[in-house]
């Protein structure tokens, strides 16, 4: 192979060594398996750089610090351009620390490199404002800020992936681990999908077919300023399973149902029913992973009479049944029986 595909990962202040490291390792990870596979390339397909902003050792968010093998001088031109994840502090991110960065990341768009983001990442890439329009993923923790921040950016925290642009020149990962996502699709979009499996299969990495959905943890705002809603949601946290939930809600507030639910609705993004729902299924979601009761058991634990109902209102929300939440979140039994 003589053309490589040149692949450059960002290295600054903020970013989060496991995530530079693990696409680093997987992207040259061809050569393990020469001899093991036909369904990989004789010669690696990858040039792959860690670019920082100087030639010193890079800091960041980890404490370990890295050595790039470029500066962003030095690197005209990539096939590939990586954001990395990125440790948000405080759950608020700043625009504005990284002007050369971002002036970088623009002009390698203008040569035609695809830009990707793992994780919390596409908040520097979205003060590029390239993705203004478009749809993007993320960590769900990091949303609020995103959207503070890029407000005409439309999240999709159900999805591990997200691929976008007229030349679908963006690529954007989820949660940390769903990093595995986005390097398996660069090798199955650019060096083909047998290479990408055998890949997974050396490494033990797994596609995120579910998306983010089963591991979202549900924190509505509280901080919104609303007395009455904020009365009422605490009230909700030990009371979540009581009948008419809704109802004691309006009694509750000390206003009239309409104005109730519309101050709701201002105030959390949800309505009542809805939140009721989620704060429900969130309970439901602990309960599965934590003990052993059935499902059944389960849904009357938090507040539903009808099972059925239950359990197509849990895989609504999580993408998944409860029975197959249990299975893929909990924690298996790694000890040795007495």
Known sequence: MTDR????????????????TGLYDVLNGFDALSGLSDAVPAEAPFDVAI??????????????PLIPHRTLAETTESDIVVVPSLLVRNGRWEPGR?????????????????????CSGVLLLAETNLLNGLDATIHWADADTFRQNYPSI????EEVLVVTGDNREFAMSGASASG????????????????????????????????????????????????????????????YDTQ????????????????????????????????VQQLRIEHAKRLLERTDLSTDRVCFEVGYA?????????????HLT????????RVPAVLPNP
């Not at 439309?154 to 925290?157: G, Y």
Request: charged share 20%.
């Open 180 to 239: 595995h996502d986005l390097v398996l699709y660069l090798i199955a979009r650019l060096v083909g999908p047998t290479a990408a499996q055998a890949i997974a299969n050396f490494l033990l990495l797994q596609w995120h077919t579910d998306g983010q959905a089963p591991y979202m943890a549900f924190a509505p705002p509280t901080d919104h300023g609303d007395g009455v809603v904020l009365e009422v949601q605490r009230w909700l946290e030990d009371e």
């Open 244 to 275: 008419h939930a809704v109802r004691e809600m309006v009694a509750l507030s000390g206003l009239a149902e309409r104005t109730f639910k519309r101050r709701f609705a201002k105030a959390t993004g949800l309505t009542p029913i809805s939140y």
């Open 98 to 118: 990284y002007p050369e960065v971002v002036e970088w990341l623009i002009a390698m768009h203008d040569t035609g490199a695809l830009l990707c983001s793992a």
């Open 322 to 329: 409860p029975a197959e939440y249990r299975r893929r979140i």
């Open 306 to 318: 009808e099972p059925a109902s239950f359990r197509r209102l849990f895989k609504r929300i999580t």
């Open 51 to 64: 670019v920082a902003a100087s030639s010193g050792p890079a800091d960041t968010a980890s404490g370990l």
């Open 154 to 157: 439309k999240l999709r925290l």
């Open 5 to 20: 595909i040149s692949v450059s990962i960002l290295a600054i202040p903020d970013a989060i060594v496991s995530t530079i």
